[in-house]
Every structure is written in C-alpha cells, then in structure tokens.
Nanobody, 124 residues
C-alpha cells in the first residue's frame, strides 16, 4: 500500500527556516515526478513546487521563488522542501504528492498519491 508521510512542520517566526521531508513507502517512486502543495485556511490547495523524476527540472510558484528549494533522494524514496525567509503568508498545511508520470504540471489532477499534510505556521 502506497503511503506518503510529511514531517518537519512547526511554528516559527518570520525570517526563520524549515525543512519539510516526505517519506514514501509501498513502492519506489524514482520514475515519478513529485511535488509540494499547500492549503491555507479558507483557501484552495495550491501548487508550491515540483521536481521531475531525475531532479533535472524544478518549478516553483512565484511567491516562493528564491526562498524555497525542492529536492529528492530517489535511493531513499524521499522528497524535501527547504523553506527559507519564511513569511506569515506561508502559513498553511503542506502536502507532498507523487505524480502519475516522470513529469508533472502544477495541477492537482497530475498527482496520484498524497500525504496527510504537515502544518507550517509563521508568526509575524
């Protein structure tokens, strides 16, 4: 059974950093793109970042460019999101997701598996 589990969330102050991790189990995902999404209270779940199966291609939503970095370790079936210079508007539940293929888009329908999410709260 496929399972994704996020960790690393928490309560931090503006300007701090966090590193989110996502552990995948049940099968290997080295041939699948992966992504991070987030959902703030009262808002739709939105795309944050994605990485291709080989790590050659990465993509970020405009608001996190230059602050967030997505990476992966295929040998360990892990994907990470390094978040620096956090802002209060980054407050949300963060979800990792596995795409249906080697590449993905920013659309949720491109992703087949989702984790339960981890809360990130940034105070001002």
């Amino acid at each position: 059974q496929v399972q994704l589990v996020e960790s690393g969330g928490g309560l931090v102050q503006a300007g701090d950093s966090l590193r989110l991790s996502c552990a995948a189990s049940g099968r290997t995902f080295s041939s699948n793109a992966m992504g991070w999404f987030r959902q703030a209270p009262g808002k739709e779940r939105e795309f944050v970042a994605r990485i291709s199966a080989s790590s050659f291609t990465t993509d970020y939503t405009e608001s996190v460019k230059g602050r967030f970095t997505i990476s992966r370790n295929n040998a360990e079936n892990m994907v990470y999101l390094q978040m620096n210079s956090l802002k209060p508007e980054d407050t949300a539940v963060y979800y990792c997701a596995v795409a249906k293929g080697r590449y993905s888009s920013r659309y949720r329908d491109d992703y087949a598996y989702w984790g339960p999410g981890t809360q990130v709260t940034v105070s001002s």
